[in-house]
């Protein structure tokens, strides 16, 4: 079966520096696929460049089987790709109810964002609380929530995460999460999520890709990877030791 993503020997420049070195991947329809890695192993370089803000200098990319890569940001929201940017990026002037329509705009079936939009309050209830508010007034978790709202408005068939979970509380995250898990479920929007948190990532997505300096080096269905050693010692914080001819495992202190 087709791939609804697929990317083949990418690579992407920043300047002179090659930050994503021949990436290849495949996201299924109706998934949660999950890029795991340390800071500058390239995930960002890659969700970026599916939407359209870095043009790939070799490398082909698929949507649907149709190339993407080159396109620009609002060609690649047309054709089905929406993206929640690292860092929320709200327009903090505009109220809430503004910022939801901004994420309709490409919608030509204009009698129906009204209704999609109560949905996404009813999925959102703190949003319509805050619905006449100006962005710049919510809490991190409620920017979030509006910046997830936003996209899922241009009713995409792939929504990308660039690190959903950043500068939140842990309950926060437990709430955002389970909020992915809905969204894909219930809705079948298919999910790209880069999240430097790999424990809650492995623990949504059903496939993941851990990169390290621009390159793939590890993929595989989420379960296998949690009982991966290396994965498990350098993304979950648990090492294995041996005692008395025993091996057990210990949490160690590492990134999360």
Known sequence: MQPLLHLKNVECYYGPLMAVKGVSLEVAEGSIVALLGANGAGKSTII?????????????????????????PGQTVHRGISQVPEGR????????????????YVRKDRRNVS??????????????????QR???????????????????????????DEPSLGLSPLMVK?????????????????????????????????GYILEVGRVVLDGPTAELMENKDVR?????????????????KRKKVWR
Request: no cysteine.
């Open 89 to 104: 990026e709200v327009f903090p002037d505009l109220t809430v109810a503004e910022n939801l329509r901004m994420g309709a």
């Open 135 to 161: 962005a710049g007034w919510l809490s991190g978790g409620e920017q979030q929530m509006l910046a997830i709202a936003r996209a899922l408005l241009s009713k995409p068939r792939l929504l990308t995460m």
């Open 233 to 249: 010692e350098f993304y979950l914080g648990v090492q294995q030791e041996s005692v008395r001819g025993k091996k057990r495992w």
């Open 175 to 207: 709430e955002i999460f389970n909020v992915i898990r809905t969204i894909n479920r219930e809705q079948g929007t298919t999910i790209l999520l880069v999240e430097q948190n790999a424990r809650i990532a492995l623990q949504t997505a059903n496939y």
């Open 48 to 72: 970026r460049t599916i939407s359209g803000f870095i043009r790939p200098e070799k490398g082909t990319i698929l949507f649907d089987g149709e190339p993407i890569g080159g396109l620009s």
């Open 115 to 132: 209704t999609d939009m109560e949905r996404l309050l009813s999925l959102f209830p703190a949003l319509r609380n805050r619905y006449h």
